[in-house]
Nanobody, 114 residues
Framework: QVQLVESGGGLVQPGGSLRLSCAAS????????MKWVRQAPGKGLEWVSS????????EYADSVKGRFHISRDNAKNTLYLQMNNLKPEDSAVYHC???????RGPGTQVTVSS
């Protein structure tokens, strides 16, 4: 069955960096576009970034553009999100998703606070 497992979250000070990972299994990862979404307390899901199945095209929400970088390693079935210059408003649970099937991992908590 499809499994998406995120890791790499934590508590970081404003201006800091984190690298999230998403280990995928149960489907042919290298053929699927992937996305990162996030959900802050009391708010709905917010799209963060997308990447084409071959890594050739990436897109970012305006709120993270220039600070976040999405990538993937199809040989390792892993999706990444490098987050730099983090702000308190980036605090949320981050999920990787397979937009084709709607599958979503349980998420990893990112807290940006001094």
């Amino acid at each position: 069955q499809v499994q998406l497992v995120e890791s790499g979250g934590g508590l970081v000070q404003p201006g800091g960096s984190l690298r999230l990972s998403c280990a995928a299994s149960g489907f042919i990862f290298k053929t699927r576009d992937m996305k990162w979404v996030r959900q802050a307390p009391g708010k709905g899901l917010e799209w963060v970034s997308s990447i084409r199945y071959d890594g050739g095209t990436t897109e970012y929400a305006d709120s993270v553009k220039g600070r976040f970088h999405i990538s993937r390693d199809n040989a390792k079935n892993t999706l990444y999100l490098q987050m730099n210059n983090l702000k308190p408003e980036d605090s949320a649970v981050y999920h990787c998703t397979n937009p084709t099937t709607g599958d979503r991992g349980p998420g990893t908590q990112v807290t940006v606070s001094s």
